[in-house]
């Protein structure tokens, strides 16, 4: 079945530091990709839309310029967070629709768990 | 404005007996509806959805059921295995859009 394969798993950094997550699309091709955020015991919230070829479509209240996001093939997307700082210590995940459209389920990745010291 | 509510956080089940999750929305252009599976430290998998055209989708053990009216969605496990103790994610999405707003989860642990 499809994969979506993100690295890192997990990543401790110090604050103001930048951090990059991958997320891979293994066997298909992901026009679309969306990153995800949970925190613990909440639900998962959808902080941006990556756009193969264009520009990323951030939710509501989601600093574009602290979140940078590149999707820069159709099987890549890439998330950084600039400057982190404790507060942005969180479980990122990102996901893929297999074959696109509405009523496509989401393939996540296994997420990465930051730590900002 | 949590639009997709579980609102039990927890639930115990008996191995072999059935494992029923809820989950309510407040959004009346939802029209497709998924539960994931997520273990610790993993990802969510999908586990079943259903399309508010119908009011049940059965996939093996696992059943959906839809009550538009009511807007309220279930998934019942039957019979619940150990196998099955994990966090259940319900989520929505309205038509024409991919975007998922999900729940706050249910952590469903079966006893042996």
């Known amino acids: 079945g499809a994969v979506v394969s993100q690295h890192p798993s997990r990543v401790i950094c110090k604050s103001g530091t930048s951090v990059k997550i991958e997320c891979r699309s293994l066997?298909?091709?992901?026009?679309?990709m969306f990153w995800y955020r949970q925190f613990p015991k909440q639900s998962l919230m959808l902080m941006a839309t990556?756009?193969?070829?264009?520009?990323?479509?951030?939710e509501q209240g989601v600093e574009k310029d602290k979140f940078l996001i590149n999707h820069a093939s159709l099987t890549l997307s890439t998330l950084t967070v600039t400057s982190a700082h404790p507060e942005d210590s969180s479980f990122y995940i990102c996901?893929?629709?297999?074959?696109?459209?509405?009523?496509?389920?989401?393939?996540f990745g296994n997420g990465t768990r930051l730590t900002v010291t | 404005d949590q639009q997709v509510k579980q609102n039990s956080p927890s639930l115990s089940v008996q191995e072999g007996r059935i494992s029923i999750l809820n989950c309510d929305y407040t959004?009346?252009?939802?029209?497709?509806f998924l539960w994931y599976k997520k273990y610790p430290a993993e990802g969510p998998t999908f586990l079943i959805s259903?399309?508010?055209?119908?009011d049940k989708n059965e996939d093996g053990r696992f059943t959906v059921f839809l009550n538009k009216s009511a807007k309220h969605l279930s998934l019942h496990i039957v019979p619940s295995q150990p196998g099955d103790s994990a966090v259940y994610f319900c989520?929505?999405?309205?038509?024409?859009?991919?975007?998922?707003?999900f729940g706050t989860g249910t952590r469903l642990t079966i006893i042996p």
């Open positions: 996901s893929a629709p297999d074959r696109g459209g509405h009523n496509s389920p989401l393939h």
């Open positions: 066997d298909f091709q992901a026009t679309t």
């Open positions: 989520a929505a999405s309205a038509l024409g859009n991919e975007k998922l707003t």
């Open positions: 959004n009346s252009m939802f029209d497709y």
């Open positions: 990556s756009n193969e070829g264009s520009k990323a479509t951030y």
């Open positions: 259903i399309s508010s055209i119908k």
